[in-house]
């Protein structure tokens, strides 16, 4: 979809989004190998259709995010207009270098998770496949919203760094999710964050992304993720990571 | 004898098909196969060959609730039957389950519910955002053998600690087992907050839960 380009200062909100989701998104959404569930498991597949047919219909998503001009890093600390900062080791190595930062919450709103809820009571296989959509469904939306700020950078001559989200090693997720809720002022696409620091709709996805001329590119959020050493999914996500840069 | 119908028992399960699930387990009952011989010889065998393709990474998610679901479903129409021949599946232990106060997080928690359950625990599931005063009263409410306590957040999982302390207060440790689990949880924290076991995923917490039981 076409956009304008990014407004900074205020929280901006981005909606009517059209998600591609397809079933090997809603297997990989529940850990699964598509590939090899496709060959072996033909009812784990019909499953995963029925969950795109009942559950596409009940996304909402939503992407609110602010761009903010960086003013200086300190002390791992980087420094935002009007008075901000993000802080921990791996905002300041990524947006050392950028001219602004770029924060933002992507949800997909609270339909699909109640629907999720009363069907795990019934129906786990559906309910988990219904999950897995969810999970698929913000990961792409995050996507689309950061291949929309790449897409502003470029116009206008900038380069954007990796999406950095709190709980990734270098960044707490106490500290990092109190800052950005903080510098999206309220204003975070109906999301809430509840004193232990958990997103409500819990299919949402908080992130920064640093643009400048001189940021630092390169390496997959799977580098920086805190679950790397025990994830049992990276190999599937670092598979696609690898394609994507192949196309 | 029955050799055929026990493979036909097991290879539903390793589909995952319920509606096949429930037709064999007629026509076992049907052919005087006694309910407990089925379920050992038949859908147990199934059940443990998901385990070891999951542990290999052969199988997924999906895999392990749909064997758990044909499970379910096999029971059902086992159950009725030992019942009246005065037979019963040993129950190997019973577990209260939930995600700790704070955390919302449902499907890990869930699915470890489904598989203690089709390996034969009863399972009293609390739901999510559970107060940890909460696990150590439903325990001792009904003779719990094991918590197990899930958590999807750095800082969620902090309330796991409580949950051990809760049940040290309610004077319910050492014999109730507490078993932690969720992506953050490692089995050096569940060690530092006294818990007596980590479980990585779904099918480790049944196999930590039977150890720490003697099954």
Redesign the interface.
């Given at each position: 979809m076409q956009r304008e380009g990014m407004a900074a200062g205020s929280v901006q909100l981005l909606q009517d989004w059209r998600l591609q989701i397809d079933v090997d998104m809603v297997?990989r959404g529940?850990?699964?190998?598509a590939g090899?569930?496709r060959a072996r498991?033909a009812?784990?597949v019909a499953?995963?259709e029925k969950a795109l047919r009942e559950g596409m219909g009940l996304l909402d998503p939503r992407v609110a995010y602010r761009r903010l001009a960086v003013h200086a890093v300190r002390h791992e600390r980087v420094l935002l207009e009007g008075g901000g900062a993000l802080s921990g080791p791996l905002v300041t190595r990524h947006l050392g270098g950028a001219q602004w930062a770029v924060v933002a919450v992507a949800t997909i709103g609270a339909r699909l998770e109640a629907r999720?809820?009363e069907t795990?009571k019934e129906?786990?296989?559906l309910?988990?496949?219904l999950?897995?959509l969810g999970t698929a469904a913000v990961e792409a939306l995050a996507a689309a919203a950061c291949g929309h700020f790449d897409e502003v950078a470029l116009r206008e001559e900038l380069r954007s760094t990796t999406p950095l989200s709190p709980?990734m090693s270098g960044w707490?997720?106490?500290a990092g999710q109190k800052e950005i809720f903080g510098l999206l002022d309220g204003g975070a696409a109906g999301v809430r964050l509840?004193?232990?620091?958990?997103m409500?709709p819990?299919k949402s996805l908080s992130l920064v992304v640093g643009l400048g001329k001189e940021v630092r590119m390169g390496g997959e959020v799977c580098d920086f993720c805190?679950?790397r050493e025990?994830c049992?999914h990276r190999k599937q996500y670092e598979a696609l990571a690898q394609a994507a840069r192949e196309k | 004898m029955h050799d055929d119908l026990y493979l036909a028992l097991r290879q539903c399960i390793i589909?995952?098909?319920p509606e096949q699930a429930i037709e064999l387990c007629q026509r076992a009952l049907a052919a005087g196969i006694a309910a407990l011989d089925a379920i050992n010889e038949g859908l147990v065998p199934g059940l443990n060959h998901v385990g070891e393709q999951f542990a290999q990474?052969?199988m997924?998610?999906?895999?392990l609730?749909?064997a758990?679901?044909a499970m379910k479903a096999a029971t059902a129409i086992l159950e009725p039957a030992m019942q009246k021949a005065g037979a019963r599946r040993e129950t190997l232990g019973k577990v209260v389950l939930g995600t700790v106060q704070?955390?919302?997080?449902?499907?890990g928690k869930?699915?470890v519910g489904?598989m203690l359950s089709a390996s034969g625990f009863e399972v009293h599931d609390l739901g999510v955002d559970v107060p940890f005063e909460t696990f150590a009263v439903k325990a001792r409410e009904l003779n719990a053998d094991v918590v197990g306590v899930s958590a999807l957040?750095?800082?969620?999982m902090t309330g796991q600690k409580n949950v051990v302390e809760a049940l040290e207060r309610h004077g319910l440790r050492p014999r109730v087992k507490i078993v932690v689990g969720g992506?953050?949880v490692?089995r050096s924290w569940g060690e530092e907050i006294g818990a007596d076991g980590y479980g990585?995923?779904a099918l480790a917490a049944v196999a930590l839960a039977k150890t720490l039981l003697g099954k």
């Amino acid at each position: 979809m076409q956009r304008e380009g990014m407004a900074a200062g205020s929280v901006q909100l981005l909606q009517d989004w059209r998600l591609q989701i397809d079933v090997d998104m809603v297997l990989r959404g529940q850990g699964a190998d598509a590939g090899k569930m496709r060959a072996r498991n033909a009812r784990a597949v019909a499953v995963a259709e029925k969950a795109l047919r009942e559950g596409m219909g009940l996304l909402d998503p939503r992407v609110a995010y602010r761009r903010l001009a960086v003013h200086a890093v300190r002390h791992e600390r980087v420094l935002l207009e009007g008075g901000g900062a993000l802080s921990g080791p791996l905002v300041t190595r990524h947006l050392g270098g950028a001219q602004w930062a770029v924060v933002a919450v992507a949800t997909i709103g609270a339909r699909l998770e109640a629907r999720i809820s009363e069907t795990l009571k019934e129906d786990r296989a559906l309910g988990l496949a219904l999950d897995g959509l969810g999970t698929a469904a913000v990961e792409a939306l995050a996507a689309a919203a950061c291949g929309h700020f790449d897409e502003v950078a470029l116009r206008e001559e900038l380069r954007s760094t990796t999406p950095l989200s709190p709980g990734m090693s270098g960044w707490k997720i106490e500290a990092g999710q109190k800052e950005i809720f903080g510098l999206l002022d309220g204003g975070a696409a109906g999301v809430r964050l509840s004193a232990c620091c958990l997103m409500t709709p819990r299919k949402s996805l908080s992130l920064v992304v640093g643009l400048g001329k001189e940021v630092r590119m390169g390496g997959e959020v799977c580098d920086f993720c805190g679950l790397r050493e025990t994830c049992r999914h990276r190999k599937q996500y670092e598979a696609l990571a690898q394609a994507a840069r192949e196309k | 004898m029955h050799d055929d119908l026990y493979l036909a028992l097991r290879q539903c399960i390793i589909d995952g098909d319920p509606e096949q699930a429930i037709e064999l387990c007629q026509r076992a009952l049907a052919a005087g196969i006694a309910a407990l011989d089925a379920i050992n010889e038949g859908l147990v065998p199934g059940l443990n060959h998901v385990g070891e393709q999951f542990a290999q990474g052969e199988m997924f998610l999906p895999d392990l609730v749909m064997a758990g679901e044909a499970m379910k479903a096999a029971t059902a129409i086992l159950e009725p039957a030992m019942q009246k021949a005065g037979a019963r599946r040993e129950t190997l232990g019973k577990v209260v389950l939930g995600t700790v106060q704070g955390d919302i997080h449902e499907i890990g928690k869930t699915l470890v519910g489904t598989m203690l359950s089709a390996s034969g625990f009863e399972v009293h599931d609390l739901g999510v955002d559970v107060p940890f005063e909460t696990f150590a009263v439903k325990a001792r409410e009904l003779n719990a053998d094991v918590v197990g306590v899930s958590a999807l957040l750095t800082t969620t999982m902090t309330g796991q600690k409580n949950v051990v302390e809760a049940l040290e207060r309610h004077g319910l440790r050492p014999r109730v087992k507490i078993v932690v689990g969720g992506a953050p949880v490692t089995r050096s924290w569940g060690e530092e907050i006294g818990a007596d076991g980590y479980g990585e995923d779904a099918l480790a917490a049944v196999a930590l839960a039977k150890t720490l039981l003697g099954k």
